[in-house]
């Protein structure tokens, strides 16, 4: 059986990633819809050609929104109700979905998939999967996947899409939406993202201070894997005595006593997510 996808924002840079991988599948009927004349020749590269939005919207068994966060609910209100009942709407982040920016139908079926991106450690070994950083082209990645709203039996059909999407997928980790924002934005991108920031500063510090920068980057670099190792159980050895105090000494100077609590709580990140909906990509 074919499935009808309308793809909207189908030219942009998720759009095209989407694009490239089922653009060739069998089981799909696409329907690229793109508004930006950059995007429409993104596409005609691709051998592709876009489709009316009502036409798309109309035939759709699926819609796939590639769009930004921030034009996720200006967008799916102007399309609510082009829509036929029992589509499918795939969400590729959960901030709009864990918003409540999205329009609900109670015959519609909210789905929402996330990549995890290639592994820290992995097994690739040519330079196009090594250097394919986001994954779903030639690295090997996980990905996530919620059903945010709908009849039970979807949760099938969505993450078959999600697989097809990002391939090539691993694992496919089942989660909630509100799972799926704990993990981004609060944790990979609040958090980590903001913490690896230091890292850079600290390490372009060293350079200031007189190390040679490839130097200072190779040992930086082989030292966070063995830290990430053994920090997260992996490696099966712990820490030197040197390494426990040098950590023990700096934790509090560099993290204030309630970090966790700004950062890692739910109304810290439902604000984060408002943020992202409402002020990201205007």
């Not at 590639?66 to 009942?85: F, M, N, Q």
């Not at 991108?189 to 060293?206: L, S």
């Amino acid at each position: 059986m074919t499935t009808r996808i309308a793809l909207m924002g189908a030219g942009g840079k998720m759009g095209c990633r989407i694009t490239d991988n089922i653009k060739d599948l069998p089981q799909y009927q696409i329907y690229y819809v793109e508004v930006s004349e950059q995007g429409k020749a993104n596409l005609a590269k691709r051998g592709v050609s876009t489709t009316p939005q009502e036409e798309a919207l109309a035939n759709a068994d699926v819609v796939i929104l590639a769009v930004p966060d921030a034009l996720i609910g200006r967008i799916t209100h102007s399309i609510i109700e082009d829509l036929k009942p029992g589509t499918m709407i795939i969400g590729l982040d959960p901030a709009a979905a864990y918003a409540e920016v999205l329009p609900i139908r109670d015959d519609l079926t909210y789905f929402v998939t996330h990549p995890c991106h290639p592994p820290l450690f992995n097994d690739e070994v040519t330079e196009e999967a090594r250097t394919d950083w986001f994954g779903g082209v030639k690295a090997k990645h996980h990905i996530v996947c919620a059903l945010h709203r709908g009849p039970e039996a979807d949760y099938a059909k969505g993450e078959a899409i999600a697989k097809d999407i990002y391939k090539p997928v691993m694992k496919s980790f089942r989660i909630t939406v509100e799972q799926m924002a704990i993990l981004e934005p609060a944790l990979a991108e609040t958090f980590t993202a903001t913490v690896i920031t230091a890292v850079k500063q600290a390490y372009d510090k060293a350079v200031e201070m007189g190390v040679p920068a490839e130097a200072a980057w190779e040992f930086l670099s082989g030292h966070a894997r063995i830290e990430f190792a053994i920090i997260f159980g992996i490696s099966g050895f712990p820490f030197s005595d040197g390494a426990k105090l040098a950590i023990a000494n700096a934790y509090d100077k560099i993290f204030k006593p309630d970090w966790m609590e700004q950062i890692m709580n739910l109304d810290a990140l439902k604000q984060s997510v408002a943020d992202i909906t409402h002020k990201v990509a205007k």
